[in-house]
């Protein structure tokens, strides 16, 4: 095999090849945000550093978290606030059955609907009806105070914006159904970055309020699009590693009855703009690759011309390796798994992000190695039957 690129490193304890970047993308997904903050505790336990962290939703805050404190406090933070957030209800330690575990959830997660989450938000004192019209009472039906209070707490602002790791946050103009991306490298929001632009990115109407940025308003990113790969995807410079966390499964079964058509949905709804993503840059790669090809047999005299610089100039730069950790729902979970926030249950989707990444490595390593060293493209994710799939560009 040729020697790696200057530019490739390794994840000592992963023995993995790393190119000049690596990405961590976050979806969307409430409760199941812990799945992530498992995932980031193994990439840590791996020695694999993350370059650049974008989210959408509780992705957002995740990547916040992440981005906005030093190496060895990334963990602890994460870990502050899924236990602030999950320590409203008792911790009950429940037997395996499908029945009671389904109840409990639903019991966990009428909770949250009644009384809100801490750290996160609350009711407001009077319905949205009687509120005057306008007024975030009337725009909302929870109060998100306690969630700036909690991210100005957990996250360092300053090296959100001048720090190593990148962040880019996503959200919607209300006005103007636009999606924007919030970018600590972007010259519009160098050294502004705060808490309302990771706020603005979850704030999921009608439950929650619009966040207003220099005289704009804005609601969760996720209603426009759950991941933001296309913004890393678009913006990449260097070969690229991205782990993506996939919060919701784009395959599933046929729905049997009703609690499952709301679950199902959910994961269409939320999941199929990813593999849209994945599939449609992986078919412009290999069309790049196609052109390039053609240029590579052309005369000089003809490279030369204005129009082959031009159709050059167009041909993507940097390999990418895009790897999806998809999130399997349990069989007592619904559709109301993303606004759960028992105990119990976030320990559990942690655990299981923790073993998304050790599958992956375990048995796409070599694969995934080749592909980084060899400087080729393509995407890769754990089948339900434990083996890797890999869709080369």
């Not at 989450?117 to 975030?136: D, N, Q, Y």
């Not at 006005?175 to 010259?187: E, K, V």
């Not at 050294?191 to 940025?213: F, Q, T, Y």
């Not at 069309?287 to 159709?311: G, W």
Request: aromatic residues 8%; charged residues 20%.
């Amino acid at each position: 095999m040729d020697m790696p690129h200057p530019s490739i490193r390794r994840g000592h304890k992963a023995d993995l090849p790393l190119p000049a970047s690596v990405a961590l993308v976050l979806q969307g997904g409430g409760a199941l945000g812990s799945f992530q903050a498992g995932v980031m505790e193994s990439l840590i336990g791996l020695d694999i550093p993350i370059h650049w962290v974008a989210g959408i939703s509780i992705g957002a805050i995740n990547a916040a978290i992440i981005a906005g404190n030093e190496s060895g406090q990334v963990l602890p933070r994460l870990t502050r606030f899924w236990e602030l957030v999950s320590g409203g209800m008792p911790n009950f330690m429940l037997p395996p059955n499908n029945d009671i575990r389904e109840a409990a959830h639903l019991a966990a997660a009428a909770a949250v609907a009644a009384w809100g989450v801490p750290g996160m938000f609350r009711p407001h004192l009077i319905p949205s009806w009687w509120a005057p019209a306008g007024s975030p009472e009337a725009l909302a039906y929870y109060d998100t105070t306690p969630l700036r209070e909690t991210l100005d707490e957990l996250v360092d602002w300053d090296r959100v914006n001048h720090g190593p790791v990148r962040l880019s946050v996503g959200a919607v103009d209300i006005q103007s159904g636009n999606f924007a991306y919030f970018d600590s490298h972007d010259p519009l929001y160098r050294g502004k970055i705060d808490a309302r632009h990771v706020m603005a990115s979850g704030a999921l109407p009608p439950g929650l309020p619009p966040v207003e940025i220099d005289g704009r308003f804005y609601w969760d990113g996720g209603i426009v699009s759950n991941t933001p790969l296309s913004h890393v995807l678009d913006h990449q410079e260097d070969d690229t590693l991205i782990f993506q966390c996939d919060l919701f499964p784009a395959e599933g079964p046929m729905p049997r009855e009703m609690s499952e058509v709301w679950s199902r949905q959910k994961d269409i709804q939320y999941s199929s703009r990813t593999r849209q993503v994945t599939d449609s840059y992986l078919r412009l790669r290999h069309e790049h690759e196609q052109m390039r090809r053609l240029l590579d047999k052309l005369p000089e005299d003809m490279r030369a011309l204005p129009e082959a610089k031009a159709v050059e100039d167009l041909i993507d730069r940097g390999a990418v390796n895009i790897v999806h950790l998809i999130y399997r729902n349990r069989a007592w979970e619904s559709g109301a798994r993303d606004f759960e926030f028992s105990r119990g249950t976030m320990l559990d989707h942690w655990a299981q992000g923790q073993a998304a990444v050790a599958d992956v490595i375990a048995k796409g390593n070599r694969l995934l190695a080749n592909n980084i060293l060899d400087g080729k493209s393509a995407a890769f994710d754990l089948q339900g039957s434990g083996q890797i799939k890999e869709k080369i560009a």
